[in-house]
């Protein structure tokens, strides 16, 4: 099956995609994640999307396209993925259609996390994760056990950069600027599925197999 997952900064998409990749065992793709791997290893593409990461803006469409093209043609992704964090933006959402189209692989499911910003603004303030084994935590709904300390690994947690209020802000604006205008070109296709965030994960994740099993 091959997902597309939607959701403001802060809905949840990363968490639920992995679940997500657990019981369908197919990989959750995130750009956002490739990204910050990039950036971290020093590499060149991971260099020239940091200046945009950490304000909070969108990399150059053309970049973000290249990666998924490129992971997508992966063995592990040929039964299937979760795209988390792409389309973006109009042209991405159009240029995955007619990569699909190519391929003669198009996506089975366009589902969408929703959750009201007030929201979104407290739970990516008080989000941590753990570099070393990914694993992630909340200050407020979801604390280690010891202050900043990974219960699974005892790595050093840490607040992403781009979690911090001035990128918060951003993150949100060129959300609601540019991808909710790609949500209503899978709607005016009647191709999404809306599923309620708000809740518990476990929840929130019975309401999104639902939504794929319609
Ligand atoms: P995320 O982890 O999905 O919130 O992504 C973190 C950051 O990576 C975003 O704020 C963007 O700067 C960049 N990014 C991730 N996915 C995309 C995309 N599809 N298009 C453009 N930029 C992206």
């Not at 597309?4 to 959750?28: V, Y």
């Not at 909070?56 to 979760?82: H, M, N, S, T």
């Not at 790595?155 to 911090?164: E, I, K, T």
């Amino acid at each position: 099956m091959r997902i597309i997952l939607f959701g403001a900064p802060g809905a949840g998409k990363g968490t639920q995609a992995s679940r997500l990749e657990e019981e369908l065992e197919i990989p959750q793709i995130s750009t956002g994640e490739i990204l910050r791997r990039a950036k971290a290893d020093g590499t060149p593409m991971g260099r020239a999307a940091s200046e945009y990461m950490d304000a909070g803006k969108l990399v150059p469409d053309e970049v973000v396209v290249g990666i998924v093209k490129e992971r997508i043609q992966q063995p592990d992704a040929q039964k299937g993925y979760i795209l988390d964090g792409f389309p973006r933006t109009l042209a991405q959402a159009r240029e995955l259609e007619d990569m699909l189209e190519k391929i003669g692989a198009p996506i089975d499911k366009v589902v969408s996390l929703e959750v009201p910003e007030s929201n979104l603004v407290e739970r990516l303030s008080g989000r941590r994760s753990c570099p070393e084994c990914k694993a992630g935590y909340h200050m407020q709904f979801a604390p280690p056990s010891r202050d900043e300390i990974c219960d699974k690994c005892g790595g050093s947690l840490v607040h992403r950069d781009d979690d911090r209020p001035e990128s918060v802000r951003e993150r949100l604006r060129t959300f609601e600027a540019q991808t909710a205008p790609v949500k209503d070109f899978y709607e005016s296709k009647g191709r999404l599925a809306r599923v309620d965030g708000v809740g518990k994960m476990e929840e929130v994740f019975e309401l999104l197999r639902e939504a794929l099993r319609k």
